[in-house]
């Protein structure tokens, strides 16, 4: 059974990975690290040293909190604030804030 925080990480990593535009390939080659390794740490099976989770942290442009930050949170202003960074990260982008529009009118 993988360990949970070792699953948070994966997951908030590639979230951010995804919200910044870069692929595996782009952000192993910025953290000087093999695909390999990135795919097992965002997949849970692995976990980083904290050169590495600050090097992340700088990368994604994202607090290492965040990166540790279990996203199945029932804390509303928890929530609110991972929302309010995601916004941040694609307000340059049409296509996905044309999508979460979407989504939104859904939810509306």
Known sequence: MKDQICLTLGEN???YRKLRG???EKLAEALEMEIKSLSLIE???CFVSSKTLSK???ILQ???SSLLDDANS???KKL???IQKALELIKNNPAKLRALNSILNGLL
Do not use: E
């Open 13 to 15: 990593i590639k979230k």
């Open 74 to 76: 029932n804390d509303t």
């Open 56 to 58: 992340l942290s700088n």
């Open 22 to 24: 870069l692929t595996q």
């Open 80 to 82: 609110y604030s991972d």
């Open 43 to 45: 997949t849970g099976n």
């Open 62 to 64: 994202v607090a290492p």
